[in-house]
């Protein structure tokens, strides 16, 4: 599976993006498909993850970035999302996906796309 991740850019806080992350391969719908973020100088961390046809399309996020981010996928397009609304200047990072079929392991990476939030 090889992940493409896009729609990163320079937003003001209280803006809103949305990343899309295109995955090639006929099994996508059964990965479990997750958004990374890693900031300067810190360690990447795990944003948000929506899991596969086996699990029903479940969503998990983090507590920073509850009820501001949606991550919702389209399995007809091979093509997980993540919205993100309300962006705050800590939300500036390197935004990753990743795919995984048994969690927490992550088989595959995207390339990353940047995220700054101007305040």
């Known amino acids: 599976v090889q992940l493409q991740a896009s729609g990163g850019g320079l937003v003001q806080a209280g803006g809103s993006l949305r990343l899309s992350c295109a995955a090639s391969g006929r099994t996508f719908s059964r990965f479990d498909m997750g958004w990374f973020r890693q900031a300067p100088g810190k360690e990447r961390e795990f944003v948000a993850v929506?899991?596969?046809?086996?699990?029903?399309?479940?969503?998990y996020y983090a507590d920073s970035v509850k009820g501001r981010f949606t991550v919702s996928r389209d399995n007809t397009l091979n093509t997980v999302y993540l919205q993100m609304n309300r962006l705050k200047p800590e939300d500036t990072a390197v935004y990753y996906c990743?795919?995984?079929?048994?969690?927490?392991?992550?088989?595959?990476w995207g390339q990353g796309t940047q995220v700054t939030v101007s305040s």
């Open positions: 990743a795919a995984g079929e048994r969690l927490p392991v992550y088989d595959f």
């Open positions: 929506i899991s596969g046809s086996g699990g029903g399309g479940l969503t």
